[in-house]
């Protein structure tokens, strides 16, 4: 280097005569010491129940946790990217101590402890809420299609399952017979006991060919199997709980990612995958982990008042009548679910109950159990039915046909009819309170809760699509990304304050809040 060059002096060979901490040479608000400080308060006692007493030592779980967590919140979802990361990342070093599992071990051990994984996902949740980032009051809901990690292309109805098992089921037999009469060639030519020139690969190749045309076969079998065990109209081959999911304007095989966020610091405090292509059998479900899940978290605390109930917030994708009669059954959970039409009159469309006729313009008499048309007539209960699966009550009018508006009001000469649901109370009581000025504030928190998490999982952390297969396994997967969600709200959380997290969770002053206020 030439002399009195202003330049700082560089030397990346010299010799350390104390050895540095890894950790110093990340800044003190990173995101790994948090990971690090989180996964030491979280009960390891699972983990190590798991673990054989003969054999090969395996990594620490705490290591495997640690570098599992933080690569879920840094976008890094591969086993093979992490091996790659703990060869050149700092904060991947640190997180291991050095050590160097490949990413066949790491695989293995997120395989192994899926149900662990998700189990820690309340140990997370339990530090969110020591932090004081709950308070457990207002728990919107909502859902976001995932794609599986499977092909359309893979996706077969019965008929093609058919079809296609017939087709590899003919290839064996022409390539059977194919095979066959080289044999019988080779066997004129060289002898029985000898091969000529053909190398041992060949035959190899024709076993394997074989092998895997019957696999195939062997599967395809199955899945038509499946397919009627599970009363499905489609399957997908490469993973078989997947259902074609509608995503906006595309149809993909694909999940529903369920995930209930407290509004006060858009902490996920339940989540869950399901199969199905729509929302409202995930309800009551849902409702139950979240009730779960704050009874752990109220473990600890005193003084809670029995009477508060948690603000359980959904969209009218969630709203059916057997869901509110189930969720009234609920005694901590206050619903705010408002059902289709309704939210179609509040955001100002038309609706049929617009039209003269509606059935809405029709006063029922409680005592008569009939109701009363506006041309004074009666319209009386028939039967009880069932349309579209669903229960309801049948009334028609006998008199219709000298009404001057028939032809308006109904065209069937049986008479007007009226088709109500058995839960029609719990849909006007619901859309009564929805009403109220307040109830109108508390379901206003869903756009500015939840909508945001689900924003952040798929377009911030980039997480679009599942790289595990059948519906155990993405269970967990989806719970290792809303733990890296909240292990970064955490992280946003304490570095406002200016202090570790170790530091923050002993401020005697953070205490958990149940706020329904």
């Keep these: 280097m030439p002399k009195n060059v202003n330049i700082r002096p560089?030397?990346?060979?010299?010799?350390?005569?104390f050895p540095a901490s890894i950790g110093d040479y990340l800044p003190k608000n990173d995101l790994a010491h948090v990971v690090d400080e989180a996964v030491d308060e979280i009960d390891l006692q699972p983990y190590y129940n798991k673990v054989s007493d003969v054999g090969n030592p395996p990594y620490h779980p705490a290591l495997m946790i640690k570098i599992w967590f933080y690569g879920y919140a840094t976008r890094t979802y591969s086993s093979r990217k992490i091996e790659e990361k703990l060869y050149k990342d700092v904060a991947f070093i640190y997180l291991a101590g050095m050590q160097k599992p490949d990413f066949k071990a790491i695989s293995e051990f997120r395989r192994k402890n899926l149900s662990e994984l998700k189990n820690s996902f309340i140990d997370i949740l339990q530090i969110c809420h020591r932090l004081g980032m709950t308070k457990l009051g207002e728990i919107p809901l909502d859902s976001k299609v995932i794609k599986a990690?499977?092909?359309?292309?893979?996706?077969?109805?019965?008929?093609?399952?058919?079809?296609?098992?017939?087709?590899i089921e003919k290839a064996i037999r022409e390539y059977l017979e194919k095979v066959n009469q080289t044999d019988l060639e080779e066997d004129q030519k060289y002898g029985p006991d000898k091969r000529g020139n053909?190398?041992?690969?060949?035959?190899?190749?024709?076993?394997d060919r074989i092998r895997k045309m019957r696999q195939v076969a062997k599967q395809l079998k199955q899945a038509q199997e499946k397919l009627k065990q599970r009363n499905k109209k489609r399957i997908n081959l490469t993973d078989e709980d997947a259902q074609f999911q509608k995503d906006k304007s595309r149809i993909i095989p694909g999940y529903r990612a369920q995930v209930a966020v407290d509004s006060k610091e858009q902490v996920i405090v339940a989540n869950d995958v399901a199969s199905e292509p729509t929302d409202p059998s995930q309800l009551v479900p849902m409702a139950d982990e979240v009730i779960k899940n704050v009874k752990e978290l109220k473990k600890t605390e005193q003084g809670l008042n029995k009477k508060d109930k948690i603000k359980l917030i959904a969209d009218s994708s969630y709203n059916s009548g057997p869901n509110l009669a189930e969720i009234e059954k609920r005694k901590s959970i206050d619903p705010y679910i408002p059902d289709n039409k309704y939210q179609a009159k509040e955001r100002g469309h038309?609706?049929?109950?617009?039209?003269?006729?509606?059935?809405?313009?029709f006063i029922f008499n409680k005592e008569e159990n009939c109701f009363i048309c506006p041309e004074r007539r009666k319209v009386k209960f028939i039967k009880e039915i069932e349309h579209r699966g669903k229960p309801y009550l049948l009334y028609r009018c006998p008199d219709c046909k000298n009404c001057k508006y028939f032809g308006k009001?109904?065209?069937?000469?049986?008479?007007?009819?009226?088709?109500?649901?058995?839960?029609?109370?719990?849909?006007?009581?619901?859309?009564?309170?929805?009403?109220t000025k307040r109830a109108k504030e508390t379901y206003a928190l869903r756009k500015i809760t939840v909508e945001p998490v689900l924003g952040n999982l798929s377009q911030n952390l980039g997480f679009r699509e599942f790289l595990l297969r059948g519906l155990y396994k993405v269970k967990g997967e989806f719970s290792l990304m809303c733990t890296a969600h909240n292990l970064l709200k955490i992280a946003r959380f304490v570095r406002q304050l200016g202090m570790?997290?170790?530091?923050?969770?002993?401020?005697?002053?953070?205490?958990p809040v149940f706020d329904t206020s």
């Design 149 to 167: 990690n499977a092909s359309v292309s893979r996706t077969y109805d019965e008929k093609e399952l058919i079809k296609e098992r017939e087709t």
């Design 350 to 361: 038309k609706t049929d109950e617009d039209s003269p006729f509606h059935g809405s313009k």
């Design 409 to 435: 009001c109904t065209t069937d000469k049986k008479g007007r009819s009226i088709r109500v649901s058995k839960y029609k109370h719990l849909i006007c009581k619901m859309r009564e309170k929805l009403s």
């Design 10 to 17: 560089y030397n990346n060979k010299e010799l350390l005569l």
């Design 500 to 511: 570790s997290l170790k530091e923050t969770l002993a401020m005697p002053e953070l205490s």
């Design 198 to 207: 053909e190398i041992p690969e060949d035959i190899r190749k024709k076993e």
